[in-house]
């Protein structure tokens, strides 16, 4: 006999989860919804030929891909198989791969609905993505991804719109956030610096790193790349990043020669635009040595980082959401000049933080009611008795065997249940039930056509 | 420039399939919860021992497979791969595969977490599955079942309770349907007629194909089966299954000796004790040629078939939903004596029906609130115009840019907006907001004060 397992990196839901679960979509689905986005969906499965190529080298490692149906090695080359000439083989027998995450999803959809979308088009979608990734704490290979994208517009103001959404959902889960925002143009002012693009990605992925391995780390990070020439620049960072204040920073990226020029001032004009749009800007930190890892981004970037103080001290888990804008998404699909800013709300890591923290509201007291039949002759009763409270929108069950009353009892308190309405011979004689209130125990006799009124 | 496109059988749901989709979606899970049953959700990649010899010959066929990550051919043997033996290739490529159904899942959430499950387990699941069928009208590749089950009971009051839920479902949804009901007991006392256990399976394989060929064309598939004995039999179903209601096709199956025994009279007194429980039996059609392709039925089984005169009499799709009761289900992981019973809705093709008998609800009329500015200065007050009107629940978005207002009045138009707001530097300077019915076309001056109370 076979055990079963999961696959490694998957998780079922059980009942509690999924309660736990549909609280925080919702929670975000509202906020969306009261934004103005509406919601789409996109299939599971993608052509590889969308997927790859979007995500970097390493992404593409990550991708989950599909095996062909029928005889999947008919194009493949024997000498390609004997030699395991993987780069050969692999487009021969997958065409297809599970979404690795929603953004280039969203590029391809509006690309292919251009003539039907009304822009600029606000989008929310909110599906599980797939990343043949190691598995560890707060890293899933199936987890969920929530995503609000505005496309076709590029205005700051959609930017301050998804900062004061991830400011809304957050509220609303009784967890505090820390929103770092960053501006791309900012960073390619250190351009001149850094004195080649290379350089400057090789720098962008040593700052990437800044979460994992410090300040120090950076540094050393800088001289194995040859990048000695920009730890300078590299301290300018943190030490301007350590201000007390945007103005500070602000004043302290102006005072700073070797970057001056229009791409800081774009940068810098963009974030000021943005925060004068802001309601609240406390929880917003303007971070210099946020890069994030995607490379398509060419604005303003975002991370949200869980800092609440219901989590234990040495609780670490990494950002909970990210973003951006992107200039040139679709035009990898042929649609230039449309730009989209978009922000990400990891669910799994949230709903693992909301748990540790303590943060759910309590979903263990449940309004229904159990009909207990006490002998098979009730069951027509009982049956009928739950329809009627049912049109009065009460959520009945009716106990599927005439067992011992204790045992029926038992199920509904394992469930929470607030009424029990029991059917013996003698109740069903005389038109009547025991009524049992699960909370305080109290039990009263109730004529059948008084159940509805004395349940609601 | 590649052209994206989507794989076949998969589609994206834009905006307005997506208010489709999740109207059908909620109209049952109100029902499902209503009846007291709970959410749980499995992953959709399952280890392929999981899901393999679950669903027939064919059924294994129509899996996705997952290839294996990094050097996936390392374990193959060379010979294989020259041979292209796929028998022995695929096994060491793919250890994991896309979820079929959600009754296998089911089966092993059950037998892995028994130890904390409350029973009788009544949970519903609602989640996408793959298969590698041939698209086709109301096929698709990837697909969602809505599934709602009650494990580790074996009361017919519970195959009641889900002839409920699928009459409450479809009412609530307005579309007419037929429950077609059999039961495997009655079925299995064929078996002296058939003679042996595989012309008995011949013979159900042969008669599941009723619906597609007709009674003649299964008398045919019968002679070429060498099931000549059994066509008696098959007439007699038939006549029987025409007649007007269940006590003559009861007590037609009574008077036929060939079938009389224990597994008839059980299959008989179950089908009477579930009519006995239920409120309406007006769409409960008693039908004796209903088999339901899966092995794994032991009890009632189910199917739904919308007849709605809404739909064009020419109109074809299949069901939209069956089911039945399994003995054995759990017990192929290991967990012996647990009975359960469960219906699946096709989601897909329900909303297919609902599009075409137009029985959807009008989603285009929104409450929301467009702020127009005529004005970047204006940006910062729009922003605060619509984060107080969100306090009230409204919908508000601030068109991102300052452009013509006829162009921000087509946007609030075309996504069926009720108000907008419009910011011009007057108003601004008198902070007041211009408040347009877009419906009416009528357009008053507004307070910033009195905005919240005139919109609600």
Known sequence: MEKPGLPSGTRDFGPVAMQQRKYVLNTMEKVFQLHGFQCIETPSLENLSTLQGKYGEEGDKLLFKVLNSGEYLKKTDTEDLINKNYSNITPKIADRGLRYDLTVPLARFVVMNRNEIQFPFKRYQMQPVWRADRPQKGRYREFWQCDVDVVGSNSVVSEAELVEIYQEVFKRLDLTVEIRINHRSILDSFLGILGSIENWNSFMV????????????????????????????????????????????????????????????????????????????????????????????????????????????????????????????????????????????????????????????????????????????????????????????????????????KKQLDYANQKGLSYAVILGSREIESKTAAVKNLKTGEQVSVNWSEIQNFIK
């Open 206 to 405: 040593a700052m990437d790193k800044y979460d994992k391995i410090g300040r120090q780390g950076v540094v050393s990070e800088l001289e194995n790349r040859n990048l000695n020439h920009a730890i300078d620049a590299w301290n300018f960072i943190c030490d301007t990043s350590e201000l007390n204040s945007r103005e500070e920073i602000i004043q302290s990226l102006k005072n700073y020669s070797d970057i001056q020029g229009d791409s800081l001032d774009k940068g810098i004009n963009e974030l000021e635009l943005l925060y004068g749009l802001l309601d609240n800007t406390e929880n917003v930190k303007f971070e210099l040595q946020l890069a994030r890892g995607l490379s398509y981004y060419t604005g303003a970037v975002f991370e949200v980082v869980v800092t609440d103080t219901k989590l234990p001290r040495e609780y670490s888990i990494g950002s909970v959401g990210g973003g951006g804008r992107y200039d040139n998404l679709t035009s990898i699909f042929g649609l230039k000049d449309v730009s989209g800013v978009g922000v990400s709300f990891g669910l799994d890591r949230i709903c693992d933080i909301m748990d540790v923290a303590n943060a759910y509201p309590d979903f263990s007291e449940s309004e229904g009611v159990l009909v207990c039949c006490m002998d098979d002759v009730a069951l027509p009763s009982g049956a009928e008795i739950a329809r009627n409270l049912r049109l009065i929108d009460v959520s009945v069950e009716v106990y599927p065997a005439a067992v011992k009353l």
